[in-house]
């Protein structure tokens, strides 16, 4: 079983930074994709970004990005495979929404990264809120 916890959520005027992390704890196998998602009341949850992880994951593609996203923010893990962070620059008014992650222990992530029904195991998300 494995078990996610975000933060790094908070309030910032747009044009501002914030980093986010997600730390994995339990049975991570040697080829997982951890995703963050974000979701808007009244609106559909959205992949922001993806990370392919594992102490066996080699070669390809391993990082994934929303377009909405692409040359702001950037995924990256720390400390080997318990934490991956979004670090979220320029930050725009439409980032404002509940951040969570998310993992897909079966395979690394892929062109399909953003599709929803991969993965079980979610956290309890963390709240960006952009203001002008």
């Known amino acids: 079983q494995v078990r996610l916890a975000e933060s790094g959520g908070g309030s910032v005027q747009a044009g501002g930074s914030l980093r986010l992390s997600c730390v994995v704890s339990?049975?991570?196998?040697?080829?997982?994709?951890v995703t963050w998602f974000r979701q808007v009341t009244g609106k559909e949850r959205e992949g922001v970004a993806a990370?392919?992880?594992?102490?066996?994951?080699?070669?390809?593609?391993?990082?994934y990005y929303a377009d909405s996203v692409k040359g702001r923010f950037t995924i990256s893990q720390e400390g080997g495979n318990d934490k991956v962070l979004l670090e979220m620059n320029s930050l725009k008014l439409e980032d404002s929404a509940m951040y969570y992650c998310?993992?897909?222990?079966?395979?690394?992530?892929?062109?399909?990264?953003?599709?929803?029904?991969?993965?079980?195991?979610w956290g309890q998300g963390t709240q960006v809120t952009v203001s002008s």
């Open positions: 339990g049975n991570v196998y040697s080829r997982t994709c």
């Open positions: 990370s392919s992880v594992g102490p066996l994951y080699v070669g390809g593609i391993s990082e």
């Open positions: 998310a993992v897909d222990l079966r395979r690394t992530c892929g062109d399909d990264w953003h599709d929803i029904s991969r993965y079980n195991d």
